[in-house]
């Protein structure tokens, strides 16, 4: 019979975030330090480092994601839409600050690397497969389009905007009313025409 879980992995994948957030250099011993527990429970529950910075990761961006579809679920229109969906990280960061700003600030593989076990790294796959997928539902919703030219329009909007304007401060009402501005002047300019073979 196997022992008792005894601490809280979910806290020990809080303290891992705000560690990523924050810039800090995350290692078995500070991690283990700071979530007070001791270097084996790291070990025993997530196999290595890498695996638990990539639970960490795919647990923020799945939760991001949950909530990205939602607000574009409720928006009114599809540009509103777009906008929603870039405006998702100052709604994500008023309630997970750490997650967001992880999210904004690292990217994925160079926080955990690519050896990881074949579970993590399809699960890791998914996620971007349903932000893609995102990307596209959008892309039709405005043009009735969900080729690359078109997701590439969007991809501005919803990730390459957001990254320039809350990389700064994320908080600032300011800053959301400038990114949602800037999307939707984005959005009166379509997308090319595809080559016509």
């Not at 795919?58 to 906008?83: G, K």
Request: charged share 25%; net charge negative; glycine share 4%.
């Amino acid at each position: 019979m196997p022992r008792p879980r005894v601490h809280d992995l979910d806290a020990l994948l809080d303290v891992a975030e705000r560690l990523v957030a924050s810039s800090t250099e995350v290692t078995v011993r500070g991690l283990a330090a700071a979530a007070g527990v001791p270097n084996g429970t790291i070990y025993h529950a997530f196999g290595s480092l890498s695996a638990l910075l990539a639970r960490v990761w795919l647990r923020a961006a799945t939760a991001f994601l949950d909530l990205q579809t939602s607000l574009v679920d409720q928006a009114p229109s599809p540009v509103e839409a777009v906008v929603a969906a870039a405006d998702t990280p100052a709604v994500f960061a008023s309630v997970r600050p750490d997650g967001a700003r992880m999210l904004l600030a690292v990217r994925g593989d160079r926080l955990f690397g690519p050896d990881l076990p074949d579970e993590l790294a399809d699960a890791l796959h998914a996620v971007d497969k349903r932000l893609v997928a995102l990307l596209v539902r959008l892309a039709r919703q405005l043009w009735d389009r969900g080729d690359g030219l078109a997701v590439e329009v969007i991809t501005t909007c919803v990730v390459d905007l957001p990254t320039a304007f809350f990389r700064r401060d994320i908080t600032d009402p300011l800053v959301r009313d400038r990114l949602a501005a800037a999307v939707r002047a984005v959005l009166t300019v379509p997308p090319r025409e595809k080559d016509r073979p």
